[in-house]
């Protein structure tokens, strides 16, 4: 009698270190998750604001400016239920007008214009990168969320179910391939 209860005491505490244990390493996936939100975040205000600076600049041409200015503007100001998609136009609108590298070259001529061009392209570059850190942090934990012991026990409390972005972030060509 005396060994049964002991190997129940011994098993139930088993058990509860393992819950805590999964508890705990959800709660890091959460924040992990938070954290590369911010950095996504992060990635997609600075090239929105590099995209309105060379809008604004003079280096391009009017109808250019106007398309990156509108896009940029639109990604800035949107509400995060439409923020995918207006990240996604401004990413449409920077292929459409650095498509071909005669664009860029054009802007790197121009009094400023390396320097903007380079800020861009280091900008656009980063944005693919921060969004895959986040979608692997939410992948992480939507999959250590699926398993029965998080539904059964509710180890995730009352977190919202993460949500991958997702966005057109392909780069400009001629954008993508220059040095920084």
């Given at each position: 009698?005396?060994e049964?209860?002991?190997?129940?005491?011994v098993?139930?505490?088993?058990?509860?270190?393992?819950l805590?244990?999964?508890?705990g390493?959800?709660?890091?996936?959460?924040?992990?998750?938070?954290?590369?939100r911010?950095?996504?975040?992060?990635?997609?205000?600075?090239?929105?604001?590099?995209?309105q600076?060379?809008?604004t600049?003079?280096?391009?041409d009017?109808?250019?400016?106007?398309?990156?200015?509108e896009?940029?503007?639109?990604?800035?100001?949107?509400?995060?239920?439409?923020?995918?998609?207006?990240?996604?136009?401004?990413?449409?609108?920077?292929?459409?007008?650095f498509?071909?590298?005669?664009?860029?070259?054009?802007?790197?001529?121009?009094?400023?214009?390396?320097?903007?061009?380079?800020?861009?392209?280091?900008?656009?570059?980063?944005v693919?990168?921060?969004?895959r850190?986040?979608?692997?942090?939410?992948r992480?934990?939507?999959?250590?969320?699926?398993?029965?012991?998080?539904?059964?026990?509710?180890?995730?409390?009352?977190?919202?179910?993460?949500?991958?972005?997702?966005?057109?972030?392909?780069?400009?060509?001629a954008?993508?391939?220059?040095p920084?």
């Amino acid at each position: 009698m005396t060994e049964t209860l002991i190997w129940t005491v011994v098993a139930l505490v088993f058990i509860g270190v393992y819950l805590s244990w999964t508890a705990g390493r959800l709660d890091r996936l959460h924040t992990r998750i938070d954290a590369a939100r911010a950095a996504l975040d992060a990635q997609l205000l600075r090239r929105a604001s590099v995209t309105q600076e060379l809008a604004t600049s003079g280096v391009l041409d009017p109808a250019a400016s106007i398309v990156l200015y509108e896009a940029a503007h639109a990604a800035r100001q949107a509400e995060e239920d439409h923020r995918e998609v207006a990240e996604s136009e401004l990413s449409q609108a920077l292929r459409a007008v650095f498509g071909e590298p005669e664009q860029v070259e054009l802007v790197r001529e121009a009094p400023g214009g390396e320097e903007a061009a380079g800020e861009l392209a280091a900008a656009v570059r980063r944005v693919p990168m921060a969004r895959r850190f986040h979608n692997d942090a939410v992948r992480a934990a939507r999959a250590l969320r699926r398993h029965r012991t998080v539904r059964w026990f509710r180890l995730a409390g009352h977190a919202p179910f993460p949500m991958a972005f997702e966005m057109d972030d392909e780069p400009p060509v001629a954008l993508a391939d220059r040095p920084s």
